[in-house]
């Protein structure tokens, strides 16, 4: 079911997916190799998906921290570096 997903858990997966498009402004995706919720295999696969359809968008990678600590982790980041973009 997991890797060969049908019928309304396909159906919400395909809901919830965000990486078909092209960006027209600088990405990141933030993701942790610990995030055992999440793995670090979807962020790379949402920028693969980004670059074919001719966006660009940059992993950052937060290490071996979990679901929650890669929250934690990437909110400061995130505004940090959302405040740098809005002064250029």
């Not at 960006?23 to 980004?50: H, M, S, W």
Request: net charge positive; proline share 5%.
């Amino acid at each position: 079911m997991i890797a060969n997903p049908t019928g309304r858990y396909a159906a919400g997966l395909r809901a919830n997916d965000v990486c078909h498009w092209a960006p027209k402004v600088p990405t990141r995706l933030y993701a942790a190799r610990g995030d055992r919720d999440v793995v670090f295999a979807n962020a790379e696969q949402c920028r693969r998906q980004i670059l074919a359809r001719g966006g660009t968008a940059e992993i950052i990678d937060l290490g071996d921290v979990d679901h929650v600590g890669s929250a934690i982790t990437s909110l400061p980041l995130v505004r940090t570096w959302f405040t740098g973009l809005s002064h250029h």
